[in-house]
Each structure stands twice: as structure tokens, then as C-alpha cells.
């Protein structure tokens, strides 16, 4: 079987493809905190979640971009990186 540009971007190494996958910890702990966040806008708590929650979606986007299981979730981590970096600059 050819390995063309599609199956590379949209399929695993057993040939699923793959667009979604079930979330990681670092996914879970970043929409865990982000929703505390809402909840608790006032004082050193919500420092604290806005770091973690930072922290692990910059943690979650830095293993998809070196460990996705095909090209279009690698693509997605680097996507949500520069977008972390742009909220951050601008």
C-alpha cells in the first residue's frame, strides 16, 4: 500500500484515521482549570489556574507537535502554540 500525503496527515501507524482522539491529562487538567477559572475570578486562585491551565495546554500542544500520531495532529499542536504565543504578545 502507498503511503501518499492524505494517509500520512489523517492516518495512525495501523492505518485508523485518526482526527479526534480521547484526552490526554494535560487536556483534561487545562479544561479542568480554565473552568475553575470562570468560577473563581478573584485573588491568587485564579493566578494559580490561569497558570496551570497555560501550562498544561502549552504541555498537551507541545506533545502533539512531537509525538502526533499523523501530520494533522502534529499540525494542531503547532497551531495552538503560535496561537498561546500570540495571545500572550498581543
Same mark, same amino acid.
Given at each position: 500500500?502507498?503511503?501518499?500525503?492524505?494517509?500520512?496527515?489523517?492516518?495512525?501507524?495501523?492505518?485508523?484515521?485518526?482526527?479526534?482522539?480521547?484526552?490526554?491529562?494535560?487536556?483534561? !487538567?487545562?479544561?479542568?482549570?480554565?473552568?475553575?477559572?470562570?468560577?473563581?475570578?478573584?485573588?491568587?486562585?485564579?493566578?494559580?489556574?490561569?497558570? !496551570?491551565?497555560?501550562?498544561?495546554?502549552?504541555?498537551?500542544?507541545?506533545?502533539?507537535?512531537?509525538?502526533?500520531?499523523?501530520?494533522?495532529?502534529?499540525?494542531?499542536?503547532?497551531?495552538?502554540?503560535?496561537?498561546?504565543?500570540?495571545?500572550?504578545?498581543?
Amino acid at each position: 500500500m502507498e503511503n501518499t500525503l492524505v494517509d500520512k496527515t489523517f492516518r495512525d501507524s495501523d492505518g485508523n484515521i485518526v482526527i479526534a482522539q480521547m484526552p490526554n491529562p494535560p487536556l483534561i !487538567v487545562w479544561v479542568v482549570a480554565s473552568l475553575l477559572s470562570l468560577v473563581l475570578t478573584n485573588g491568587k486562585i485564579n493566578a494559580v489556574l490561569d497558570f !496551570v491551565a497555560n501550562g498544561s495546554l502549552f504541555t498537551w500542544a507541545w506533545m502533539e507537535l512531537f509525538q502526533g500520531v499523523n501530520y494533522f495532529r502534529r499540525a494542531l499542536g503547532l497551531a495552538v502554540l503560535i496561537g498561546m504565543i500570540a495571545s500572550k504578545v498581543i
